[in-house]
């Protein structure tokens, strides 16, 4: 559903206030999270080819501090991103074992298992991608559908 909301984000909104951010920060945002909590740490993140290969858009990694992010991000740049987490997220699920889901993850504020913060990461997916499907039905009229597993165009 988030790759819908990106998808049909009309050109004219992709700049445009979502809550205290743009649509692209949002998109963004979500984005390098789930690639953050499908990996070990921070530096693990930033060391991959994919980030490595698009370090100047990566720049600081402002998005991992505590401060109001001032890039922009364009819209083909985030659907490669997408795509990245996506293949990312079918490599390290079906890696887990039960000892590792069991296990806690490294990351600050995340004291509970990495089964849990595979599903905590879901949420936050989704909480994103509820927050851009209403901007846009607001703000265009667009409606994002409800996706399952069998929508395989999106």
Known sequence: MLGACIDRCP????????ANHTFCQVAF?????TDLY?????KSVREQPFHRGH?????????????????????PFIKEYLQHCREKAGRV????????LAKTPGFARKDFSRGE???NNIRHIQHHAAQL?????????IDIPWISSGWHNV
Do not use: C
């Open 11 to 18: 050109a004219s909104k992709w700049q445009a206030p979502v």
């Open 29 to 33: 945002h979500t984005v390098i999270f």
């Open 38 to 42: 499908l990996g070990s740490d921070v």
């Open 55 to 75: 370090a100047t858009i990566f720049a600081d990694y402002e998005e991992f501090e505590d401060r109001v992010p001032q890039q922009v991000y364009e819209k």
């Open 93 to 100: 699920i079906l890696a887990e074992t039960a000892e590792t």
């Open 117 to 119: 913060l595979h599903v």
């Open 133 to 141: 499907s209403l901007r846009q039905r607001i703000d265009s009229g």
